[in-house]
């Protein structure tokens, strides 16, 4: 017969086992380590120093915004020449059909690119590729544009000096503090190109509208089985994947409290549907909601590849902006990837015409969505590779 003595060791043997098994699983899931470790390394090294040379506004570029952290672009360096091409082996598949967002990221590393080249002493000129986005294009690596480099007084900014501090906020905004219009329009004149239009939809009526088409632009979304796959093979959960993969989204930036980060770690990770059902919910109840200002960035073409990067440069600068001045900022663009995928399968557009009311600017269209506010809490930053990797030899 087990004594008292004996069952209450057993029992803290088995407690302690149990514990050791959490303690574990924590520490693999990476509960302790957010935002740490090799993966994050790129945030820390942004500026690296002059004996990068050209290479060194690359450290910049990197760090841009851009679709699921897809991170698609590739970099040749030849003297004073960066040539910037589109990795289209990271796309979003039927999420992205004309890989339309997938150059909207390579505007925002250059944008990076060139606030960086002129805070190290470069003037860049930026020359775009010229062309139209076709339909579910091949896995070839395609030219995106190309920025020549040279020796100028260097000068750095505020946008500069924001670069590492900018995160995708996709948690609770504030939206009982409105913003400024005095801010509001300081981001309007930093889009000084003529392929580029912005509007800023504040009006709660009108804000109303258009989140409701977000919420049913991401049900549309949650509902296509495709569409959810392809998202959901570029999420990343538990530190070994992370630092394997350096790329795509995680728990860690997905809006939710440090208490349910934890949580959603050490838990059997969702599957694609529970995932999906998660993101509507957070759209619907969180993320529309709660936001003071929904913006919308236009062109004459959203399948025009220019036009495609100078609207991705713009979106760049806004959130650094937004950045500057304590504001949060995410991506709300569910509606124009309703309208590609309507393209795509040859279905009648049922957004293009309900969304071009909000900017009232005929012959543009839009093609990026987002929200300004801000945020309950600070944004954490994403994984990224390390600049060799993004380096084609």
């Not at 504030?174 to 239009?197: A, H, K, N, Y």
Request: aromatic share 8%.
């Amino acid at each position: 017969m087990q004594t008292r003595r004996t069952l209450l060791a057993g029992g803290a043997g088995a407690v302690a086992l149990a514990l050791g098994g959490v303690g574990y699983r924590a520490w693999d899931r990476g509960v302790w380590s957010s935002g740490k470790g090799v993966a994050y390394s790129s945030w820390a090294d942004w500026q690296g120093d002059p004996s990068d040379g050209i290479k060194r506004p690359l450290r910049a570029a990197i760090l841009a915004s851009n679709p699921h952290d897809t991170q698609p672009w590739l970099f040749d360096v030849r003297e004073n020449v960066i040539t910037l091409f589109a990795d289209r082996t990271r796309n979003l598949g039927t999420f992205d059909p004309f890989r339309r967002e997938m150059h909207l990221g390579l505007g925002a590393a250059i944008e990076n690119l060139v606030l960086a080249a002129r805070a190290f002493g470069f003037a860049a000129k930026v020359m775009p590729t010229e062309g139209t986005l076709s339909l579910s294009p091949d896995d070839t690596i395609v030219l995106a544009a190309r920025i020549v480099l040279t020796p100028t007084p260097a000068t750095a900014n505020a946008l500069f000096h924001a670069i590492p501090f900018r995160h995708t906020n996709r948690g609770p905004y504030r939206g009982d503090q409105p913003i400024s219009s005095e801010i509001l329009r300081r981001f309007s004149d930093l889009i000084t190109d003529d392929t580029v239009r912005l509007a800023f939809v504040e009006d709660k009526y009108a804000r109303g509208e258009l989140g409701a088409l977000i919420i049913e632009a991401t049900g549309r979304i949650v509902g296509d089985p495709q569409m959810s796959a392809d998202s959901a093979r570029w999420f990343r959960t538990g530190r070994r994947e992370i630092s394997a993969h350096r790329d795509g989204v995680t728990v860690d930036t997905s809006g939710v409290s440090g208490f349910v980060t934890a949580a959603s770690k050490l838990l059997p990770d969702l599957d694609a549907k529970l995932a999906d059902q998660y993101w509507l919910t957070i759209t619907r109840e969180t993320q529309v909601p709660t936001a003071p200002v929904l913006g919308m960035l236009l062109v004459r073409s959203r399948l025009d590849m220019r036009s495609g990067i100078q609207a991705g440069r713009a979106w760049q600068s806004l959130h650094l902006a937004a950045t500057t001045e304590g504001l949060a900022a995410q991506p709300l663009n569910q509606p124009v990837e309703c309208i590609d995928r309507d393209a795509m399968l040859g279905r009648a557009d049922g957004f293009g015409t309900p969304l071009a009311k909000f900017a009232d600017a005929p012959g543009w269209e839009p093609t990026f969505i987002f929200r300004l506010g801000v945020a309950e809490r600070a944004a954490g930053p994403s994984p990224r590779r390390a600049l060799e990797q993004a380096l084609r030899t």
